[in-house]
């Protein structure tokens, strides 16, 4: 009479398969994370590049309108600036019919 009972070896997953499994499951798994992190990264500094590139071409823009109004540009000049420098350096001084404009290069206070 044949047993009914499957032999032990059929039996199913061993605990060393299954820890096994267990373990290559979780190092996949962290791979696939490091990979979500770091394309998120990549993603924050791609945002942040065209974001300064947008403000680079706007600032670009402004001083090109501003030397286009300009009848004198004067380089490091600060004398006749329409307001305090506050300690900044002058860099660039247009004389436009409206009054000066000057660039300077500083810490805001």
Same mark, same amino acid.
């Given at each position: ?14 605990? #060393?398969? +299954? ?8 190092? &996949?798994?962290? #791979?696939?994370?490091?990979?979500? &992190?770091? =394309?998120?990264? *990549? #993603?924050?500094? +791609? &945002?942040? *590049?065209?974001?300064?590139?947008? !403000? ?5 823009? +402004?001083?090109?309108? =501003? ?5 004198? &540009? =004067? ?16 860099? !660039?001084?247009? *004389? ?8 300077? #290069?500083?810490?805001?206070?």
């Amino acid at each position: 009479m044949a047993s009914s009972r499957p032999s032990p070896k059929s039996a199913g997953f061993s605990l #060393v398969e +299954l820890l096994v499994a267990a373990c290559l499951g979780l190092l &996949v798994w962290g #791979v696939v994370l490091q990979a979500l &992190v770091a =394309d998120g990264r *990549q #993603v924050d500094r +791609l &945002v942040r *590049q065209l974001r300064e590139r947008g !403000l680079q071409k706007r600032v670009l823009a +402004l001083l090109r309108d =501003d030397l286009l109004r300009a009848q004198r &540009v =004067d380089f490091a000049h600060g004398a006749g600036a329409a307001c305090g420098l506050g300690g900044r350096d002058p860099v !660039l001084q247009l *004389q436009t019919p409206a009054g000066p404009i000057t660039y300077t #290069v500083g810490s805001v206070t």
